[in-house]
């Protein structure tokens, strides 16, 4: 049969920029999905998005304008319903085939198949394929309604009385299966093949499409418009890199916001815009953070990547004299730039020791008070953290930068760009004059902010930024405000991977069943249940650490060998996880491993506790004679090396093991008759299981 290929377009009003690149993927890939589930596509087929300010589209390759006949077999009734107990027809089977077009005589040409526990009939029916009109109209219909629309609206059609509900008002569609027009119809629409170009550069206002094929072409040639996503990227980065090299500078690097500005223009045209030098007194994330969250433009960056007074615009018009449109940008940011000024000139009349008692009229959490009772608790945690790894110093500079982590929120600056919050506390503590340390801290308590990110850069800053995290995580915890499912209102999972990457990438000694006890003890009287709340924020930090160990590559047997354990340093965890990932490579870890599944199991029947200890007068059989002296050679090694912390060294002296305990196992009988040969048995194992299980429980390592 033979193909063509389609090209479909809606043409609508402006789409919401942050959502463009998105809508024009899933309008194409499920138009395209549907299409392909009709049997309309080739194996061969490929399709192609377009998404414009003003338009979303999609080319397929490949269609028919027909799908071939499917030989179907269809289930009409269970045997039992159908048939009599003379293998006759029952009426329930005749109306279900006169229902079908079919009399009596089509119950000869019903097949018996086992559906489930029961036998079915089933009927081979030719089903008819899907023309191309109907297919797309289906497939039209499915990517309308699946389009991820961040908030639908509703509009009236031109005939006065109907409405619709789209992301903006559509004004035409376009369906060409090669240059003939498939007569679909949405959104009060009927097809044809005609769209429109730029507002402002296009040559005609109305384009018409010879073909699915010529289409980009002509939008661009006719229209002024380039209809792909990515081409328009692609030149809007080349046009930004060209502008900035003439200048010998370089533009901002950001991908959120070239994404944006490709949603914003139909053809760039990018132009070269500066301002009065006094602005770049104020510190330079203000500015950036103006320019781009604003204008759309892109700061131009020198060398050492401080930001200079040029910019480029992205335009979407290509006027003879761009003078205007440069003068216009120019205009527009100044008075921005001014206001920033402003408040950092304003922000800077007064310390930021002044604006403490301001944070008590800060709501932080009603069932938690204020954000001035917050930083009290905060500073208590991170004084007390500070103390244990790294004294009175880091302690007394861990302290102030606490108390002062959090007054930047009630500046003009942080009123105005939230983004800025710790970044201009540091800039303010700068300019009292404040060590270093301290004024970096003040920045830096918010890190890691989201995954990959940075860690705060020195050790004031971790203890603050450990201090405020697990103050968040263990008040919020206490007053029940758990995560549930994927609700995380208090981003708790992200507050929890900064914790642990704090203790582990620091390799702080700071047992963490011990911290979270002395952060709750921080919030004065104890819940009933503190317990319980200390058990419920290690699952959780676990779980969380669980998952993070995996996504970097560890297996689950691997991480639940040593999560399991429950490990009172976190920052012990990478180091015993690659002494197991060694230790499993070795020709004995799979016998040693099932073994100690099987200690493991011996162990948790045995009636009352075990002790580890071993009466050598008792020691009756070679095989439990040879495993004692082994285990007495072996265990002082391993323990040593545990100590030490050589967790690889430790596990692999464990190999020595191997023969005495498959010995053990193949001519010792644990459960003896006699009492006493028992428990002595059974303290062997619990040695045996000590030895074993210190870096990491081997049994999870068992097939």
Known sequence: MSTQNLLVE????????????????????????????????????????????RRLAAHVTAVVSQAADKQISQKLMPVSVGLDANGNATPALIKRLNGMGLD??????????????????????????????DGLQKALEEAIQKLPIPKVMTYQLADGWSSVNFVRPAHSLLALHGSDVVAINAL???????????????????????????????????????????????????QLTAAAEKQDLKPIEDDALLDEVTALVERPNVLLGQFEEIYLEVPQECLILTMKANQKYFPLLDANGKLTNKFLIVSNINPADPSAVIGGNERV??????????????????T??????????????NKLGSQGQRTERVGAIAIAIGNKIGGADLASKAGLAAQLAKTDLITDMVGEFPELQGIMGRYYAQHEGLDNDVAFAIEDHYKPRFAGDDLPRNPVGITVALADKLETLVGLFSIGEKPTGDKDPFALRRQALGIIRMLIENKLPLPF??????????????????????????????????????????????????????????????????????????????????????????????EGEVQAQVNADLLQEPAEQLLAHQLAFVKPEADKLFENSDYTASLKALAALKAPVDDFFDNVMVNAEDPALKANRLGLLATLHQAMNRVADLSKLAG
């Open 333 to 350: 940011v100044r008075p921005r730039l001014a206001d920033a000024k402003f408040f950092f000139d304003q922000d800077r009349k007064k």
């Open 104 to 133: 009596e005589s089509a119950v000869e040409q019903l097949t018996k198949q086992m559906d489930g526990k029961n036998e079915a009939l089933f009927l081979d029916v030719t089903q008819k394929g899907a023309t191309l009109i």
């Open 352 to 365: 930021l020791e002044s604006r403490i008692t301001s944070l008590d009229k800060v709501v932080y959490h």
């Open 188 to 238: 009060g629409l009927t097809a044809g093949n005609t769209t429109q170009g730029h507002r402002f550069e296009a040559a005609n206002p109305s384009v018409t499409i010879n073909n699915a094929d010529s289409y980009a072409e002509q939008l661009k040639a006719e229209g002024a418009v380039i209809a792909s996503f990515a081409e328009r990227r692609a030149e809007i980065v080349r």
């Open 513 to 606: 069943e011990q911290l979270i006890k002395d952060v709750l003890s921080a919030f004065g009287s104890q819940p009933a249940d503190s317990a319980t709340t200390v058990q419920a924020i290690k699952e959780f930090c676990f779980d969380r650490l669980s998952v993070n160990l995996r996504e970097n590559g560890a297996t689950p047997q691997e991480v639940d060998a040593v999560v399991s354990l429950d490990p009172a340093l976190l920052s012990d965890i990478p180091q015993r996880l690659a002494a197991v990932r060694t230790f499993s490579e070795l020709a004995e870890a799979p016998a040693l491993a099932a073994a100690n599944k099987r200690v493991s199991n011996i162990l948790k029947k045995a």
């Open 10 to 53: 809606l043409f609508v009003e402006e789409l919401p920029p942050k959502a463009l690149k998105r809508l024009g993927e899933a309008f194409s890939n499920t138009l395209f999905e549907t299409l392909k589930a009709q049997g309309l596509t080739a194996e061969s087929s490929v399709t192609t998005s377009f998404a414009s300010p």
